[in-house]
Nanobody, 119 residues
């Protein structure tokens, strides 16, 4: 299983970015997949998940109304997870990771992509 994030960058507060996570090696329609972020000096935290088995979506309160998670599939083993981030705030600055949950554990991770929001 391989997860590769892209789309990070620098943006001014109020701007938008779209993150992508290319997932290969399994059919992620059978799993929950999500986005986490780690602010400088803080622990990694989950911000948005999608359970591809039933389509349930969860967003952290801090991003509700601003971030949207979605996904699509090119084949049974090649998929892309997206995070559309609007109305970005300085406090959204950090490294963003996608992760796949298997057996109740978030045990597959991408390398992360940096998002920097300036005032």
């Amino acid at each position: 299983v391989q997860l590769v994030e892209s789309g990070g960058g620098s943006v001014q507060a109020g701007g938008s970015l779209r993150l992508s996570c290319a997932v290969s090696g399994l059919n992620f329609d059978d799993y929950t997949i999500g986005w986490f972020y780690q602010a400088p000096g803080k622990e990694r935290e989950g911000i948005s998940y999608i359970d591809n088995r039933d389509g349930d979506i969860w967003h952290a309160d801090s991003v509700k109304g601003r971030f949207t998670i979605s996904s699509d599939s090119t084949s049974n083993t090649l998929h892309t997870l997206y995070l559309q981030m609007n109305m970005l705030k300085v406090e959204d600055t950090g490294v963003y990771y996608c992760s796949l949950e298997t057996g109740g554990l978030w045990d597959h991770w991408g390398q992360g992509t940096q998002v920097t929001v300036s005032s």
